[in-house]
């Protein structure tokens, strides 16, 4: 059974460091404020507290907890790597979900959007809403336009020699059938259109293929760092989404 316990080191971060443990997996996320949960997934390697501040920070101020989770092989977040798939990530995220006591909204960019949908298909249940940020898979990376790169804000990896790696093999390993779709849940995919890695029509696919229920933003001039390169845009899409969703769950007063 999933226990999650108080980690003394958040005194050094906003955040409330926890860890989650499920059989010989412990996953280690950091919560902020109260109310609906908001699962935010990293990019291959990268720490999510880091990776998530602004928007850690805006979810908690307008009412939703944000747990920021470090993936398997970054922080304090420990298990096997070896033979690593998107389904044994979708279990540990998961367990952090059981933590809670609720079903949780997800949000991931690059790798972690991969995750959150494997997550959705995986665990339906437990899916209020997914947010996918750089969103790959389908179409495949092209090579940018050598006049048009130029710096751009880029998160630390510090876990990627180890880490990344096993990310990047069960990204490999994974069948796109087995995530691609995000199962059934409502789906907001935000894709800045100079994105070289998560091509722009890697978004446009899923919402002509799921009309029903994915809603896209383009943000021009960002790349496939926006959470990054654009931050407050990305603050914005994501409230709105999410609470959109709390406003027409059963119960509650819906906005249409």
């Known amino acids: 059974m999933s226990r999650a316990t108080h980690n003394a080191a958040a005194e050094r971060s906003p955040y409330t460091l926890m860890r989650v443990r499920n059989g010989d997996v412990v996953t280690e996320f ?29 979810l908690a101020a307008a009412g939703f907890r944000a747990l920021a989770v470090n993936l398997r092989g970054v922080g304090h977040s420990t298990g096997p790597l070896d033979r690593l798939s998107l389904h044994d990530l979708a279990r540990d995220v998961a ?14 960019r690059a790798f972690g959007n991969r995750v959150a949908r494997c997550t959705a298909m995986d665990f339906p249940a437990r899916v209020k809403s997914l947010t996918l940020l750089a969103a790959g898979g389908l179409v495949p990376p092209r ?23 096993a990310h990047e093999h069960a990204a490999r390993a994974t069948p796109l059938a087995d995530w691609w779709s995000g199962g059934s849940a409502p789906m907001l995919v935000v894709q800045g259109l100079e994105d070289h890695i998560a091509v722009p029509e890697n978004g446009r696919r899923l919402a002509a293929d799921y009309p029903e229920r994915v809603r896209l933003r383009e943000i021009p001039g960002a790349g496939h760092g926006v959470l ?9 899409e994501v409230l709105a989404f999410v609470q959109h969703i709390e ?5 509650t007063q819906s906005d249409a």
């Open 247 to 251: 406003r027409a769950a059963p119960g």
């Open 30 to 58: 950091g919560s902020l404020g109260a109310g609906p949960g908001v699962i935010l997934l990293p990019g291959r390697g990268g720490e999510g507290p880091g990776q998530y501040g602004p928007l850690a920070r805006a």
């Open 95 to 108: 367990a952090v979900i059981d933590a809670t006591g609720a079903p949780a909204h997800l949000v991931g």
């Open 228 to 236: 990054f390169e654009r931050p407050q845009d990305v603050i914005t």
């Open 143 to 165: 090579a940018p336009d050598p006049s048009a790169v130029r710096e751009r804000p880029r998160p630390a990896l510090r876990y990627w020699r180890v880490a990344g790696r």
